[in-house]
């Protein structure tokens, strides 16, 4: 199979014209934490400022890959990775383009991330920990997914039976109990802009 796989990474328009074009680097802003933490809230806030100040910008979030590039996959521990390795791919490519790329993943585990870091490339992958106490995250709840894993209706539900990793050395440690949305989303973009644009 492999013999008829011909790459044109080599014949596309190069990723330094993209950038030009764009006036940014591209590069890809992971952010992790726990289901209800606010990452899908603040990512999709960061997104509008971005896209309003003229950037490439790109949001790759959790319910929307599930609803189709990995509906066929489940919430088991080998799932979640191959979940973790299509979207780091698919972010790999967008990065490549010249978009400024953030990621809205639960993604539980060091090694999913690291896994994740090393597809996209350590020197376009920045992680961002949305850091939201266990408490906050039930108290908001919009799904109801705690109070079904509190009964026992979902298995294998990250904080409550299925262990979170927290990030040891972030990129940004955004602590959402003292932040407001349009704070955590502005300090997410000033990183970005610091970061990426020229």
């Not at 490549?96 to 350590?122: D, N």
């Not at 920045?126 to 850091?131: D, G, I, Q, W």
Request: hydrophobic share 40%; aromatic share 8%.
């Amino acid at each position: 199979m492999a013999d008829n796989i011909h790459p044109v990474f080599d014949r596309m328009v190069p990723r330094s014209e993209r950038e030009a074009r764009n006036g940014h680097v591209g590069g890809v802003f992971w952010l992790t934490g726990l289901s209800g933490s606010g990452k899908s809230t603040i990512a999709t806030a960061a997104e509008r400022l971005l896209f309003d100040a003229g950037h490439h910008v790109v949001l790759l979030d959790g319910d929307n890959i599930r609803s189709g590039l990995c509906n066929n996959l489940g919430f088991s521990l080998e799932d979640r990775q191959e979940n973790i390795r299509r979207i780091a791919e698919v972010a790999k490519l967008f990065a490549v383009s010249g978009a400024i790329v953030m990621c809205s993943f639960v993604s539980p585990t060091r090694k999913i991330r690291s896994m994740a870091g090393k597809i996209i490339g350590l020197q376009d992958f920045y992680e961002v920990f949305v850091n939201t106490p266990l408490e906050i995250c039930e108290q908001r709840d919009v799904k109801g997914l705690y109070a079904k894993a509190r009964r026992g209706e979902i298995k294998g539900f990250t904080g409550i039976d299925s262990p979170y990793e927290a990030p040891e050395d972030p990129f940004l440690d955004l602590r959402t109990a003292d932040l407001t949305v349009e704070d955590a989303a502005a300090q997410l973009v000033n990183t970005i802009n610091n970061q990426l644009v020229s």
